[in-house]
């Protein structure tokens, strides 16, 4: 055995994990192909979105826009609008309120430009007409919009998912593959188990860290191109906390795979042995999509660890989370974290080396296993 200091030697075993899946033309192809996606997605939906919001509804509507007399004429021309004449600006906002309207042109400061009224959105149309860049007003903003609500909880829950399922089956299939061709043999003779398992561990939470910060950075970008910078500093503070989450969830579950991927021998007998460690994930991610309408149960996923990783970076963003929750939620599931990789790391040791039929977790657990 090896008289190496463990923390090289994990280091070690964690940098022959990177580079193999580095040196893997399927894994470069199928991020290249993921980011792809990504960025178009984005732009293609943003253009969509807007083409729709520029066109009148069935080709030949219109939008009513109550209009006081200074500004009377900056409606002249335009299509798709119907100027409504108001004797002052309090009509104006009246009518905004009572929906006579779709919004108000006002003046603005100084009369150096127009200022729009609207009641809970900018209206994007007319704002993208008008010859004078103009403010906006809203009567009754809205929080966080529908579409924003669905798609930032989809968004997390999918990026870790997604992370955790690739990288966390790589490191299963990998365990099952070295105890079937006995190279775990000739690596145990170099490394102890543990430090084994804690390098794959390692190894694949750097490569999953890179990929979601790839998937990240090329969603801030799309969202750069289409110029919405709103949602950018919308989901700043919840990224920056998701990251965090992120990190010490995907060790949690990659504790988990390589876990129960040592109790087999071969590689068709993988998937049985991971199913449940799948459920794990994919309960949580469905709850937090579909459970964003009920304050109580986001609360409680928000403190369940298998779920935490989703659940409480979409409070924050929807500003349901007072400011000492996220650490609260972390501090439990780093705690958890800690206790499943040692429980991880002793089932690991005990089965690595344990060929022919799956050992039983029972097994395993109840008293130490031969050599």
Request: no cysteine.
């Amino acid at each position: 055995m090896s008289t190496q200091n463990p923390g090289r030697l994990a280091l070690l075993v964690a940098e022959r994990e990177i580079t193999t899946q580095l040196r893997s033309r399927a894994f470069i192809v199928s991020t290249a192909i993921m980011l792809v996606g990504i960025l178009a997605g984005i732009v293609i939906g943003s253009a969509v979105s807007r083409h729709s919001e520029s066109s009148p509804a069935g080709g030949s509507g219109t939008e009513r826009v109550a209009v006081v007399p200074a500004t009377a004429g900056d409606l002249q021309g335009l299509p798709g609008f119907v100027a409504v004449p108001v004797a002052d600006e309090a009509a104006a906002r009246a009518a905004v309120q009572d929906g006579t309207v779709k919004a108000a042109l006002l003046p603005g400061a100084a009369g150096a430009t127009v200022r729009i009224v609207a009641l809970d959105s900018a209206p994007a149309t007319l704002v993208a007409v008008l010859t004078r860049a103009p403010a906006v007003e809203l009567i009754s903003p809205a929080a966080v919009s529908d579409t924003l609500r669905y798609l930032v909880p989809f968004g997390f829950g999918i990026v870790f998912l997604i992370v955790v399922m690739v990288f966390g089956q790589t490191i299963a299939q990998n365990t099952v593959i070295e105890k079937q061709t006995r190279v775990v043999e000739v690596l145990l003779s170099a490394v102890p188990a543990r430090v084994l398992m804690a390098g794959k561990v390692a190894g694949g939470s750097v490569l999953a860290l890179g990929q979601a910060a790839a998937m990240a950075l090329v969603t801030l970008l799309a969202l750069k191109i289409t110029g919405q910078n709103h949602v950018i500093s919308l989901v700043g503070a919840p990224v920056g906390w998701f990251v965090v989450f992120f990190v010490v969830g995907f060790v949690l579950f990659a504790a988990m795979f390589a876990a129960a991927a040592s109790l087999v021998s071969r590689v068709e007998d993988t998937g049985p042995v991971v199913l449940p460690v799948t459920v794990l994930g994919l309960i949580p991610f469905y709850l937090v999509i579909f459970g964003t309408g009920s304050a109580v149960l986001m609360r409680v996923l928000s403190y369940v660890p298998f779920s935490a990783v989703m659940a409480m970076p979409v409070r924050v963003f929807l500003g349901d989370a007072a400011w000492w929750e996220p650490p609260v939620s972390l501090l439990l599931l780093v705690a958890t974290a800690a206790g499943v990789v040692m429980l991880a790391a002793m089932v690991y040791e005990r089965s690595v080396l344990r060929t022919g039929a799956r050992v039983r977790l029972g097994d395993v657990l109840g008293r130490r296993a031969a050599a």
